[in-house]
């Protein structure tokens, strides 16, 4: 089937599919709790903290957010450090502070009220067009189509997308074919149904497609291809970082060094160290690191833990060293900041999941 095939069919069954769908979503929705309002500030912040979040990893961070800035005027007004502290443990880090920035901007540009179109939404810091479409679908009624990874997925079974999805040909396709899709009256319903759709049924490795609503409309089901698609490009092998990490003690307190606010975990708090380099010693490393990171000379003494930590693009095993400084004076050369802090005052600070995982331990 070719592309204009494709789109040919999207607008010819459009109607019937979409009644389908609606019929099935407000029939077996989860009751989650961003659909039970239209509030632009309630969606939005749903949308930013389920970006690659599952549902019941997303949902209590959406309610601690909520209650803890319950409005876009309280998040505007918080602190860097509050708002990394109610995202710590969701990764991702230069979304909270994109989410932080666009707060600002909502408050100090437009009194706190949100674009209502998509297009004025993605002027905004951090909403990029899945998340500007959300918005403006479900909190203002623009009928404009979202395309997640479950639209995608639902897509490519729907119209049989032999092409891998990466490609920006297939990606400019999707998207014509999720337009022509959308209702125009209830565009807000419709996008939650086709991401409800994937989340629960069109799932990646399982599609029910006996209990799907559309699967009448389903090529890639008709021809038993279902589980082929949506086509991917094969993934590069996945770089394996070897990390140290010091912790240096004084006076019952502890060093931590706040990460510069731009580039990976920026803002968060951690114990200095960093990479550890071809041929070196982990000691060897330590002693490096400490001297450009803060101006200090090193003896490493026991190892406290080694933990294991996956990113999006790479892992990292971190061992971690208890040292002592033995010339010296800490000074912040890379770090924002530089601070001694009390073992029972760690819960104060956001720290990246790599060193979350071994606190108990220091």
Known sequence: MTDHAR?????????PFR???LAWYRRTARDLPWRRTKDPYAVWLAEIILQQTRVDQGTPYYERFLEAFPTVEALAGASDDEVLKHWEGLGYYARARNLHACARRVVSDRGGRFPETAAGLRA???IGPYTAAAIAGIAFGEPVAVVDGNVIRVLTRLFDIDAPVEDAAVRKLLDALADALVSPRSPGDHNQAMMELGACVCTPRTPD???CPVAKWCAASAAGRQHARPV????KPTPLHEVVAAVIRRDGAYLLGKRPPEGLLGGLWEFP???VQPGETHAQALQRELREELGVDVAPGKLIASVNHAYTHFRVRL???ACTIVSGEPVAHVHAELRWVAKDDFPKYAFPTANRKFLDLV
């Open 7 to 15: 789109l040919e069919r999207a607008a010819a069954v459009a109607a």
């Open 19 to 21: 009644k389908a769908l």
């Open 124 to 126: 905004l810091p951090g």
């Open 209 to 211: 497609c006996p209990a």
């Open 232 to 235: 991917r490009r094969p993934k």
């Open 273 to 275: 160290g960093g990479k």
């Open 319 to 321: 061992h971690v060293y």
